[in-house]
């Protein structure tokens, strides 16, 4: 007999509490550890990644919640200068040498965004 296993879903915002441009953060519960990521919304699409710079893991915004360059267009790391793509995560500038942001999957349920937390890109962590 065959189960079919439900994916593992954490929820994270109501769709409307996240505008355009803006960002929120959330806690990946680990069996080691816990793991901060952040979901965006850009071009009204959402987009979510580990918080973790490419060149040196380390959060990406200071703690303040603020992903974003100054006119929306790139994710920047406030540690090093990165410039990251938003909807694929990939560095186009910056320490980071084109390596990409790790995806945190997302779905979208009943006006409501869940991470898909058994399809999350862990890296080399």
Do not use: Q
Not at 61 to 85: P, R
Not at 101 to 119: C, I, N, Q, W
């Amino acid at each position: 007999m065959t189960s079919k296993k439900e994916p593992k879903l954490l929820k994270i915002a109501l769709v409307k509490d996240l505008k355009e441009g803006k960002s929120i953060k959330f806690e990946i519960p680990r069996k080691d550890r816990k793991s901060e990521a952040f979901v965006i919304k850009k071009n009204g699409k959402f987009y979510s990644y580990l918080n973790l710079c490419r060149h040196w893991t380390v959060g990406l915004d200071f703690d303040d919640n603020d992903f974003f360059s100054e006119d929306k267009e790139w994710l920047v790391c406030k540690n090093h200068g990165a410039i990251y793509e938003p909807a694929t995560g990939i560095c186009n500038g910056g320490p980071c040498g084109g390596a990409a942001l790790y995806r945190v999957p997302l779905v979208e349920k009943e006006e409501t965004l869940y991470a898909d937390v058994a399809k999350v890109d862990w890296g080399e962590m």
